[in-house]
């Protein structure tokens, strides 16, 4: 693989000998993997996003978020929080996929059932572990376009493998409507088996792609 401070010179070179008329872009799968690096990458000391007491600090969950260091807390807390941290999460970039046709349909039942549902697998997933395997884990930051399932997963960071799965599927049952099927995949069993956490009939009419 191409070091990125390469990339990032041939990229600059090719645009100053094109004056600025080509410039390259790099795979979107590459642009997704270094926004979540990024993302996770932030500071040196491993870190964990909590809720402050005033819960009117903030329009936004995400930007009022204190963070701590991880490896200061127990594993009791350090399940607490990037708990919190997830279902804060799983709710933003739910609503980020679905943009504002769905959302304005579906988002109060995907608030309040399926992201603290998710939330609470991702609890169970992490007991299974000890504190230094829960303090790599991170999120995603890409819910898929289009038609794709993804939402969010939950990686470990230092590893790179995944641990959790959030996805949202289409179903249309023969002479029947629409419906969004919501469910996790975990690690635990090996990705294998559909987790159902519930299923929202949408209408007879065709949605609309995620993000439109």
Known sequence: MIPQWIRKSLVACVAV?????????????????????????????????????????????????????????????????????????????????????????????????IAPAFAEAFRNVSNAHDSSWIQELEVTHAPTPGLGERIMHVYNKKTGKEVIKLHVRRDHPPLDGYYFNFHYHTALDGFQKHHELKTIYWGKNMPPKWKA
């Not at 000998?17 to 000391?45: C, E, M, R, W």
């Not at 708990?83 to 309040?112: H, M, P, W």
């Open 17 to 113: 000998l094109t004056f600025g008329t080509v410039i390259p872009t790099l795979p979107a799968h590459y642009l997704d993997k270094q926004n979540d690096k990024q993302n996770v990458q932030g500071s040196k000391a491993p870190i964990i996003a909590s809720r402050p007491d005033d819960k009117s600090a903030s329009k936004l969950e995400q930007s009022s978020l204190e963070i701590v260091d991880r490896s200061s807390l127990s594993k009791a807390e350090l399940i607490d929080r990037l708990s919190t941290y997830v279902l804060d999460e799983a709710k933003n970039q739910g609503t980020e996929k679905f943009g504002a046709r769905i959302s304005a349909k579906i988002n109060g039942q995907y608030a309040n059932q």
